[in-house]
């Protein structure tokens, strides 16, 4: 019975080593456009960018306090992006000039010309200059949504 362990574990132990110290190696850096709630108000977020095809907006990440969204997957191909973030409970947005096409329920929306004529709504955009890297994170606080509503 002793050499039958002693076989076993000769055979099987390397193959279990092998198993384990792959879940403790390090994985590739992931190459997203990540946006973070730095609110203490569950915040709603959408997404403009040039895709292929041409203009495409997509919402809505709804995203608690103090936790981050995925808005983008995989390497950032383009310099510039566009959010629209909403403030769910206390009221207010991160906007800006640029505008594209929302609707109030989820939506993947391709075009930015006559949105209310297709039966959107027309919303404003901020610019995100990634600084052409192909992974960023935007940090959206308080602050810079107070500073927005008082222009």
Do not use: H
Request: net charge negative; glycine share 8%.
């Amino acid at each position: 019975m002793n050499l039958l362990k002693k076989y076993a574990l000769r055979i099987i132990g390397p193959f279990l080593l092998l198993v384990t110290a792959g879940f403790w190696t390090a994985s590739p850096a992931q190459a997203d456009l990540r946006v973070c709630n730095q609110t203490a108000s569950t915040i709603s977020i959408a997404l403009g960018y040039r895709a292929e095809a041409g203009w495409q907006s997509e919402g809505w990440w709804v995203t608690a306090p103090d936790t981050c969204a995925t808005v983008f997957q995989g390497d950032l191909n383009a310099q510039y992006y566009y959010l629209f973030a909403a403030d769910d409970i206390s009221g207010g947005s991160w906007d800006g000039p640029v505008f594209m096409c929302t609707r109030d329920e989820a939506f993947t929306i391709f075009g930015v010309e006559d949105c209310l004529a297709r039966g959107y709504e027309r919303t404003g955009f901020f610019e995100v200059d990634t600084k052409n890297r192909k992974s960023w994170t935007l940090q959206l606080t308080e602050t810079e949504l107070a500073d927005r509503q008082n222009l």
